[in-house]
């Protein structure tokens, strides 16, 4: 199966910095690649789709980039409700796979 | 988008079946695709399997042989069974509904229920 890896695990960041968590798959996955947010006791939320496409109500500060192997998300300016647990996952083997997990904690 | 409400028993003994229903509102199920996710206490997330609206199944190669998918049309719940748990099971399942691209096929996991809590004894 395809491996996901994110870096950093965690990062403390304030509120207007800019932030990238970035994303690696054991092998190319093209841009099957999406991202997802989570804060404490909610089910995850879908950010981004296909590496870059931004789901529908989703804030224009977040955006994804990468192809291949390697992905971005970044977020351009921090702000209060952004502090949460992000995710990428691939949908391009049959078998999807997650990544462990970026924590933003507030600085 | 349709609201999704996982239920079933909070706790399952070690070695039992844990079974889980998802009940869909606000639309058919008939045309969704369907996942199911789990994610244990204070972990990351690990995906199940998929359920295509054909009835055909992905599962996850861990858990293959012991998980199975089922839809019941009448009532619009999609449910997910899983053998012989242990403690390494409990966790918070999610059924979700699954996007498409452009062409048809399984995207992402756009709609996501609140989840439940499972707990295995022993």
């Known amino acids: 199966d395809i491996q996901m890896t994110q870096s950093p695990s965690s990062l403390s960041a304030s509120v207007g910095d800019r932030v990238t968590i970035t994303c690696r798959a054991s092998?190319?996955?093209?841009?099957?690649l999406n991202w997802y947010q989570q804060k404490p006791g909610d089910a995850p939320k879908l950010l981004i789709y296909?590496?870059?496409n931004l789901q529908s109500g989703v804030p224009s500060r977040f955006s994804g980039s990468g192809s291949g192997t390697d992905f971005t998300l970044t977020i351009s300016s921090l702000q209060p409700e952004d502090f949460a647990t992000y995710y990428c996952?691939?949908?391009?083997?049959?078998?999807?796979?997650f990544g462990q997990g970026t924590k933003v904690e507030i600085k | 988008q349709v609201q999704l409400q996982e239920s079933g028993p909070g706790l399952v003994k070690s070695s039992e079946t844990l079974s889980l229903t998802c009940t869909v509102s606000?639309?058919?199920?008939?045309?969704?695709?369907w996942s199911w996710i789990r994610q244990p206490p204070g972990k990351g997330l690990e995906w199940i399997g998929n359920?295509?609206?054909?009835?055909?199944?992905n599962y996850n190669p861990a858990l293959k042989t012991r998980v199975t998918f089922s839809v019941d049309t009448s009532k619009n719940q999609v449910s997910l069974k899983l053998n012989s748990v242990t403690a390494a099971d409990t966790a918070v399942y999610y059924c979700?509904?699954?996007?498409?691209?452009?062409?048809?096929?399984?995207?992402?996991?756009?709609?996501w229920g609140q989840g439940t809590l499972v707990t295995v004894s022993s």
């Open positions: 979700a509904t699954v996007g498409r691209d452009a062409y048809g096929e399984a995207s992402n996991i756009d709609n």
């Open positions: 606000g639309g058919s199920i008939r045309n969704y695709y």
């Open positions: 359920m295509y609206n054909t009835g055909s199944t």
């Open positions: 092998q190319s996955i093209s841009r099957f």
């Open positions: 296909t590496a870059s």
């Open positions: 996952q691939q949908s391009s083997s049959i078998w999807w796979t």
